[in-house]
């Protein structure tokens, strides 16, 4: 069973960074797209970035320019780079990974989420 561990999160003020980071327990070969969402309290939850296999990257509008995704040497590892946090990126981050797996089924799994707190 694929496990995602997330690190980064915390409180910070307004126009600091974090730097959020997530890794699978194995290494997934077959992945399809790994990223971070986000849930502030009363609202869905929505997708910050992600990046797939190939490498492409999607962003939320809300935080292109000032959050950057990327891959830490291995495919089943990505950062995200948080700078000039705002008030309204408060919420709780979690880590999502798409893959195949064998036999070849769709699967996604989770983090427990990471708490980012932007407050002065």
């Known amino acids: 069973q694929v496990r995602l561990v997330e690190s980064g999160g915390g409180l910070v003020q307004p126009g600091g960074s974090l730097r959020l980071s997530c890794a699978a327990s194995?290494?997934?070969?077959?992945?399809?797209?790994m990223g971070w969402y986000r849930q502030a309290p009363g609202k869905e939850r929505e997708l910050v970035a992600d990046i797939t296999r190939s490498g492409t990257i999607h962003y939320a509008e809300s935080v292109k320019g000032r959050l950057t995704i990327s891959r830490d040497g291995a495919t089943n590892r990505v950062l995200l780079q948080m700078n000039r946090l705002q008030p309204e990126d408060t919420a709780v981050y979690y880590c999502?990974?798409?893959?195949?797996?064998?036999?070849?089924?769709?699967?996604?799994?989770w983090g427990q989420g990471t708490l980012v707190t932007v407050s002065s």
């Open positions: 999502h990974l798409g893959y195949f797996s064998d036999p070849w089924k769709y699967q996604e799994v």
């Open positions: 194995e290494s997934v070969f077959s992945i399809n797209a």
